[in-house]
């Protein structure tokens, strides 16, 4: 394939940055590793029937009243009081979620699928995830725009290092000559080796390490170990 042929590939590394992209037509894939996209794709891998996100804890709380589903979020990293669950992927086995809603709210990622809503197509990745995101993105052969959920429009290492890992996987199907995506590729292969040493000193990690959620990150981390594709559709995320 020529170079001129092939869709475009961007990297937005902040929230704060993404009306700077034309996502008219594009995919947008929302990245937050460190928890909501891993949890996301958790859900929906052990049977979740959707997964809604909403902006804020009241929200949240109202709406799965309204549904009988199960309320669940973060702020800053801790359990929000009045939501039944957190965010970690483990709360979200097959026997606790098989079948069932979830209303999800979160510090950055659920407020940065809102803001995509322009978009061609919404989808979200994380290490779990990987080969699906990168085999859809592919097979689509769209423009890709990774929007990275980062921390409070602060860029984050962990969702700029999955942004690395997916150039990485599918560059040879895309134009890559964004800096930020070049940028995120060169981290990733520094850091590719042992990327859970590699992010030690990230504010994110010690933030959840912190909480004694050391286990959340090596999970987070984790290669194709929820291997499906959550899809944003009608204000809920569903497996493709």
Not at 20 to 26: I, R, V
Not at 176 to 197: H, K, P, T, V
Request: with cysteine.
């Amino acid at each position: 394939m020529n170079m001129s042929t092939k869709p475009k590939l961007e990297v937005c590394l902040s929230p704060a940055l993404l009306a700077l992209y034309d996502l008219t037509g594009a995919t947008v894939v929302i990245v937050d590793v460190l928890r909501a996209t891993s949890t996301i794709c958790t859900a929906l891998y052990n049977g979740a029937a959707r997964v809604i996100p909403v902006d804020t804890v009241e929200g949240c709380i109202e709406l799965g009243n309204r549904l009988q589903a199960i309320t669940a979020g973060e702020r800053d990293g801790k359990v929000v009081p009045g939501l039944q669950r957190g965010n970690s992927p483990y709360e979200y086995s097959r026997d606790r979620i098989e079948g069932k809603s979830l209303v999800l709210t979160t510090t950055n990622g659920t407020r940065m699928l809102h803001m995509a809503r322009a978009a061609g197509e919404i989808i979200t990745g994380s290490f779990p995830n990987l080969t699906s995101v990168c085999d859809h993105l592919v097979e689509a052969g769209r423009p890709v725009v990774i929007g990275c959920a980062a921390w409070k429009n602060r860029v984050n290492m962990e969702d700029t290092l999955f942004a690395g890992a997916l150039i990485h996987r599918v560059r040879a199907h895309f134009e890559i000559a964004c800096d930020s995506a070049i940028i995120a590729e060169s981290l990733y292969l520094q850091a590719r080796q042992n990327i859970f040493n590699f992010l030690r000193n990230a504010s994110h990690f010690k933030r959840l390490s912190a909480y004694g959620l050391e286990k959340d990150i090596v999970y987070c981390l984790t290669q194709d170990i929820a291997g499906v594709l959550p899809i944003y559709r009608d204000g809920e995320l569903v497996r493709a």
